[in-house]
T-cell receptor, first 113, second 111 residues
């Protein structure tokens, strides 16, 4: 069965430290991959996407993600987190050219001073 | 460009009632998708419309329905509400389908 896994439910990171959020997927074909962020009481904001080509993609707010086909992973990274990065992060996957995103369970990121 | 708008933002209904939620996509976007977000089940796909046609449907009972109008605005309807329908309902629009931009959501509470 197709699945998207975010192994870490909760991550605490110090302000200024680096952040890496993991995402693994199980799909037959190479999917389209996305990372979204959700602040409390808000909708989802698209951080970045991977469709094809360069496996290292840059997004907004200083985030980047790397697609590794051999590991079926699409991990999100940020070199130096800011207090405003505290939020919930979702990895999403689809193999369709039209909408039916399958989301991971999310990773809650807490930023400490 | 203005983002995706959803109305109302908050709603309280009683079991057995029905509810209609509205979504206005980003200008020029023809695809609108709906998702339900709950603490227990996470984000789940409801359905997707493109040019007034439902292209994709998730695993929800027939009480959940939707439609899209010629101006790409979309509505979803839930009939005979149950307590378990309490959730954040998110609408997303896309120019083609897979790159989706989300609205702020409608928080539905069923009592």
């Amino acid at each position: 069965a197709q699945s998207v896994t975010q192994p870490d439910i909760h991550i605490t990171v110090s302000e200024g430290a680096s952040l890496e959020l993991r995402c693994n997927y199980s799909y037959g074909a190479t999917p389209y991959l996305f990372w979204y962020v959700q602040s409390p009481g808000q909708g989802l904001q698209l951080l970045l996407k991977y469709f094809s080509g360069d496996t290292l993609v840059q997004g907004i707010k200083g985030f980047e993600a790397e697609f590794k086909r051999s590991q079926s992973s699409f991990n999100l990274r940020k070199p130096s987190v800011h207090w405003s990065d505290a939020a919930e992060y979702f990895c999403a996957v689809t193999t369709d050219s039209w909408g039916k995103l399958q989301f991971g369970a999310g990773t809650q990121v807490v930023v400490t001073p | 460009k203005a983002g995706v708008t959803q109305t109302p933002r908050y709603l309280i209904k009683t079991r057995g009632q029905q509810v209609t939620l509205s979504c206005s996509p980003i200008s020029g976007h023809r695809s609108v998708s709906w998702y339900q977000q709950t603490p227990g089940q996470g984000l789940q796909f409801l359905f997707e419309y493109f040019s007034e046609t439902q292209r994709n449907k998730g695993n929800f009972p027939g009480r959940f329905s939707g439609r899209q109008f010629s101006n790409s605005r979309s509505e979803m309807n839930v009939s005979t509400l149950e307590l378990g329908d309490s959730a954040l309902y998110l609408c997303a629009s896309s120019p083609t389908g897979n790159e989706q931009y989300f609205g702020p959501g409608t928080r539905l509470t069923v009592t």
